[in-house]
């Protein structure tokens, strides 16, 4: 076997043999006994189990209701479409997401304003934020990057100030809170998913989560073609009437999902925990490489669906391309996250979004790469992470 200290890529034994991915579910006994208990039952989709669901989402968010959706990206449309966005309506929207956050916007006719990061954190910046904002825009959607809630107050008086909505985006920080509040809370709704690498897993699932009955009632009716009641509650009545009073999109989530749901949700709290433990031991054995790290604000819980890390360049000889090959060789599964949106070709046509928009968003692009981190992870695979990073930025340092 060639000797360990050589990098995989040219030549060496890699640290992991087999490829250690960024993210993973946890998927217990107890998860597949729900499914299956609904699967036994007469109600796969719509039934019992999306309303408990939608209860035990909210008590763990803290907001009076929970709406469950069939993905994250239709918890945007929902949480849009209840506000009205349309035609002619502008939406601010942080550069650096998931394409999905600026996708939702476009759906329902509306132009997403990318809006550039504090370079500290890659939160959305609310002081840009504040020059993006124009007699059109309606709404600011905020992402919670990586896990970590954005500064809700400050967005919070922007909002208000130009009588806008806010919507957080937290898919990335379930089992995250800001001063004690819960992600959840933090906004007039806040979106998440429930895809295999998020935080928890229905397969594909998302919810909103609102303090307001009526945004509540208006994304249920929304997620259901627009029709007044559901197909249990006309079972329910003996009555085949329903009314479509608006347009709506088929956009629910089916009953042995909820039930997966429920069982999964019972350790976000645990899995939280576990993420924390090892984004802190990353903190520890990387202090002394060329990486630039982010920051975590003051009384900020960081829920760590992902950890970033941004090189130093300046301080290495090769770029984060050949630094995410050299990695990807050692056996570690590391991404990119994300493209910042407004530079996709899609944008580019539609939208005239060049290069130069969100210098900050742009710049770290070059520079970050995500690590392998998800609660079901040992010890031993977390050793393994920084055995790799050492091993190819101690080689590429300069
Ligand atoms: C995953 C994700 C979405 C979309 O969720 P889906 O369930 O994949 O539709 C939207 N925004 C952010 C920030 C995400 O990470």
């Not at 890699?14 to 499914?35: C, K, M």
């Not at 806040?190 to 229905?202: C, E, G, I, R, Y």
């Amino acid at each position: 076997m060639p000797p360990k200290h050589i990098l995989a890529i040219e030549g060496g034994t890699p640290v992991r043999p087999v490829l250690l991915p960024y993210a993973r579910q946890s998927v217990g006994e107890d998860d597949i006994r729900a499914v299956a208990d609904v699967l036994r039952s007469a109600w796969l989709t719509t039934g019992p189990k999306v309303g408990e669901f939608e209860q035990a989402f909210a008590a763990f968010a803290g907001t009076k209701e929970a709406v469950a959706v069939s993905n994250g990206t239709a918890a945007l449309h929902a949480a849009l479409h209840a506000i009205g966005i349309g035609p002619g309506d502008e939406v601010i929207v942080p550069a650096m997401t998931f394409a999905a956050t600026a996708n939702a916007v476009v759906f329902l006719g509306a132009v997403p304003v990318f809006v550039d990061s504090d370079p500290a954190t890659l939160l959305i910046d609310p002081m840009q934020v504040e020059h993006a904002i124009t007699p059109r825009t309606r709404a600011i959607i905020a992402v919670d990057y990586a896990g970590q809630p954005c500064d809700y107050d400050a967005l919070q008086t922007i909002a208000e100030h130009h009588h806008l909505v806010l919507v957080a985006d937290a898919c990335h920080a379930l089992g995250g809170s800001l001063r004690g509040r819960p992600v959840g809370s933090l906004a007039m709704m806040s979106t998440f998913s429930f895809h295999a690498v998020k935080p928890m897993t229905t397969g594909e699932g998302g919810m909103v989560t609102t303090d307001d009955p009526e945004l509540a009632t208006r994304m249920r009716r929304f997620r259901n073609h627009g029709i007044t009641s559901d197909h249990r509650e006309r079972h329910e009545q003996g009555s085949w009437f329903y009314a479509m009073t608006d347009l709506g999109d088929n956009e629910r989530l089916t009953d042995f999902q909820s039930a997966l749901g429920i069982s999964q949700l019972r350790n976000v709290p645990l899995w939280t925990e576990r993420r924390r433990a090892i984004a802190r031991r990353y903190d520890a054995a990387f202090g002394d490489l060329p990486l630039a790290p982010l920051i975590t604000r003051e009384e900020v819980v960081h829920a760590y669906h992902l950890y970033v890390i941004q090189l130093a360049l300046e301080r290495l000889s090769v770029d984060r391309d050949q630094v995410f090959r050299a990695l990807r060789a050692e056996g570690l599964g590391v991404n990119v996250h994300y493209i910042p949106v407004h530079l996709h070709p899609f944008y580019r046509r539609r939208f005239g979004t060049e290069p130069g928009r969100c210098p900050v968003a742009e710049a770290a692009y070059e520079r970050i790469l995500s690590l392998p981190l998800f609660a079901g992870m040992s010890d031993t695979d977390a050793d393994d992470v920084i055995a790799a990073v050492r091993k190819v930025l101690g080689a590429y340092a300069r």
